[in-house]
């Protein structure tokens, strides 16, 4: 027996949400860039030589597969997949950056991670929505972290990465209208 209608159907809708309206770029997604310092370690897709961020940010946003990229000095662009459990390394040659789009709420979020840096707010009994929505509008609040036990960190930054089981962390690029 052949696919029926209904695996058409869920396999139409699986591709339009991992890969946008037709599986094409779409515009609107937002980039957060950490800073120089920062390696990514693990899940490379794809490589392409660029010779700014800003040209290996195009190139993520450009990829319905890209969560993160990192650029090199020598313009080597690296971009990463959505199964972030990476670790992140110092290097001073390096910029790392992370790509959302918010027609896909499952693409500016990650689980099971916690964003190691700057806490600008911290409050008790939230929602992971509650949290993103708190820490939207803290001043100078770039990130979040939610622990399954309610508590929410609105972050400045962030110095590293840690996977923690319980935690969801995010960016408020597309909340704040803060993008590059």
Known sequence: ????????SVSIRLLVSACGIFGVFSGNNYCYMTGE???MLGHDMRVY???TPMGCK????ANCGCLAFVHYHNGTCLLK???????IVSDPSAIIGFCTDPYDPERDHVYEHEWIGTNMKEQSN???????DICAGVDGASLYTWRADGKCFCKADFKRIAQHFGYTSGFLIARKKVYI
Do not use: K, Y
């Not at 027996?1 to 058409?8: I, L, N, R, V, Y």
């Not at 195009?58 to 946003?61: D, E, G, K, M």
């Open 81 to 87: 997949s959505m199964s972030l459990d990476a670790g």
């Open 1 to 8: 027996m052949g696919p029926t209608a209904e695996h058409f």
């Open 126 to 132: 939230t929602t992971l929505t509650d949290c993103a």
């Open 49 to 51: 030589n660029s010779t």
């Open 37 to 39: 310092g920062f390696d």
């Open 58 to 61: 195009r190139l993520c946003q």
